[in-house]
């Protein structure tokens, strides 16, 4: 093939490659997947990268001098800005996407997000959906109108989207944010968990993000426990049945503080007597709760509805929770007190995405109220941050 011919067929190669992936990037199924090679690096020797795909494979790419190189931004779906760079520049745990062809597979394109650009861009992406997010469960979807109707504890917020409102729902057994797919407004339900980025006014927000997802939330207390299965049966406080809750490396289960859990309850029974200020006080925690937490910091976690905009409480427990100890199967005890957000499952089994422990005096406080809180945190622990997985946020590779 001449030079000409050569550089033609690069630059097929580049519109071809930079089409899928800003297609694989916005999570929808790429176009001649057999000629492209999506997914992580594993390791790299030589000329020779290793890439984990997203499919769960291992494959050995030989990126030849020939080759063209780019490095990109996370979140970039074209090629403008791009910079070239070479194969020893490629390094582990970088995201790529390789237009490849022959078997064994030769590149003859390589887009590549470096880890440390990835890991910045979740930081900056977690730091704005803490800033400017709100989550809680569906009341009422208007799909023509392009509205949500969530409830956050006892708040009621409207979420309005736009023509380049971004909408994706998680898959049914993950909360994580890498496995949400490009959905619709229409796929919305009422009762479904949702958590929403963009620019609040009161209980309005415009939304820029949508992620929403239907998940089963359980308040009940252990029955029994298998480590070596990593499974434990509770007892449902609504339904009086025993669910068996399966938990996997993903599952995130957490004890909240004693102090912080007494406090929560205070508040749940000023509520519910209709006290004054019961939606408005901080309510004093333990002194290693995350500063800014509350209204004051140093510890404070805000209950229903107090002051911030969009579900302060379920936003603070999210927080707490976030620095709360990791805990599992074998800490859990009979007659303990556990909420938690698991996969619809069957009546008498689910897979637990998140947990939380320590929760007795919440749940006789008010199990109702403690289950909306958490239920509008369970967002706040990672499932909407575009922190988790590796996939580097919208866009990326």
Not at 37 to 60: Q, W
Not at 97 to 113: F, R, W
Not at 136 to 158: E, F, P, Q, Y
Request: charged share 15%; hydrophobic share 40%.
């Amino acid at each position: 093939m001449s030079r000409t011919g050569k550089r033609c067929a690069t630059l097929a190669a580049l519109c071809f490659i930079s089409m899928i992936a800003g297609a694989a990037l916005s999570y929808a199924q790429p176009a001649a997947a057999s000629n492209r090679v999506l997914g992580t690096v594993a390791s790299v020797s030589g000329n020779t990268v290793s890439v984990k795909t997203d499919a769960g494979a291992t494959v050995a790419v030989t990126v030849p001098d020939t080759a063209r190189i780019v490095r990109t931004a996370p979140g970039s779906k074209t090629l403008t800005g791009a910079t070239k760079i070479a194969v020893s520049d490629i390094g582990t745990g970088d995201r790529v996407l390789m237009a490849v062809a022959g078997d064994p597979p030769s590149a003859t394109v390589v887009i590549v997000n470096k880890a440390s650009d990835i890991a910045a861009k979740q930081q900056q992406d977690q730091a704005d959906w803490a800033r400017r997010g709100v989550g809680g469960l569906v009341k009422s979807v208007d799909a023509t109108g392009g509205t949500v109707t969530i409830t956050a504890t006892n708040r009621t917020i409207t979420v309005h989207t736009a023509p380049n409102t971004i909408i994706r729902r998680y898959a049914p057994d993950s909360v994580k944010f890498s496995d949400a797919q490009t959905s619709t407004l229409a796929a919305i339900q009422p009762g479904d968990q949702v958590t929403a980025r963009g620019d609040r006014s009161g209980d309005d927000v415009t939304a820029d993000e949508i992620v929403s997802g239907s998940f089963r939330n359980i308040a009940g207390t252990v029955v029994s426990t298998d480590d070596s299965a990593g499974t434990f049966t509770v007892k449902d406080l609504i339904t009086k049945k025993t669910v068996t809750i399966k938990t996997t490396p993903d599952s995130d289960m957490r004890k909240l503080d004693p102090q912080i859990a007494q406090g929560i309850a205070m508040r749940l029974r000023a509520g519910a007597s209709g006290s004054p200020g019961a939606g408005g006080a901080a309510v004093r925690g333990s002194p290693g709760a995350p500063s800014g937490a509350g209204a004051g910091g140093g510890g404070q976690v805000r209950q229903a509805g107090a002051g911030a905009q969009g579900g302060a409480g379920a936003g603070g427990l999210a927080r707490v929770l976030q620095r709360s100890p990791q805990i599992h199967v074998a800490d859990l005890h009979k007659g303990d007190a556990v909420m938690i957000v698991a996969t619809t499952g069957s009546p008498d089994a689910a897979t637990a995405i998140r947990l939380v422990a320590g929760v007795e005096p919440m749940l006789q406080a008010s199990a109702s109220g403690s289950q909306s809180m958490f239920a509008s945190a369970w967002s706040g622990l990672g499932g909407g941050a575009g922190g988790e997985g590796e996939q580097g946020g919208e866009g990326a590779p």
